[in-house]
């Protein structure tokens, strides 16, 4: 649950104590994370273990919620981190590999060989 009647001193104590919030892209909705970013934009709301069919609404929430980021662990569409950094930041993509429930290789490989110039930035390792 993460409605406001449930969470929001939740909320009010991570904002508070500048602390992320991360929320699992499987059992997250879109609508949920845009409400969220909404409701308590100084609060940065990460969104991990995303998969392809999000791919649509991520967008949106960059261009919308200027306090939403995304974990790259599971984001596995082509050239899509290059597409984010060149649409938006690379700041807005946050490296994790979610060990020790996957190995790290894939993710350190899509986040090494990513198709980025150094006048671009990085990502947040």
């Given at each position: 649950?993460?409605?406001?009647?449930?969470?929001?001193?939740?909320?009010?104590?991570?904002?508070?104590?500048?602390i992320?919030?991360?929320?699992?892209?499987?059992?997250?909705?879109?609508?949920?994370?845009?409400?969220?970013?909404?409701?308590?934009?100084?609060?940065?709301?990460?969104?991990?273990?995303?998969?392809?069919?999000?791919?649509?609404?991520?967008?949106?929430?960059?261009s919308?919620?200027?306090?939403?980021?995304?974990?790259?662990?599971?984001?596995?569409?082509?050239?899509?981190?290059?597409?984010?950094?060149?649409?938006?930041?690379?700041?807005?993509?946050?490296?994790?590999?979610?060990?020790?429930?996957?190995?790290?290789?894939?993710?350190?490989?899509?986040?090494?060989?990513?198709?980025?110039?150094?006048?671009?930035?990085n990502?947040?390792?």
């Amino acid at each position: 649950m993460l409605d406001d009647w449930e969470c929001v001193d939740l909320y009010k104590v991570l904002k508070t104590a500048h602390i992320p919030i991360l929320l699992d892209g499987l059992t997250v909705s879109p609508t949920q994370i845009y409400s969220i970013c909404k409701k308590y934009p100084e609060l940065p709301v990460i969104l991990m273990q995303s998969e392809y069919a999000l791919n649509r609404y991520f967008y949106m929430l960059f261009s919308l919620c200027p306090n939403f980021y995304l974990e790259i662990s599971t984001y596995y569409i082509y050239y899509g981190i290059e597409d984010i950094v060149h649409r938006f930041e690379p700041s807005r993509l946050i490296f994790g590999c979610r060990m020790p429930f996957q190995e790290p290789g894939t993710a350190l490989a899509i986040a090494k060989m990513a198709d980025i110039s150094n006048n671009q930035g990085n990502f947040i390792f």
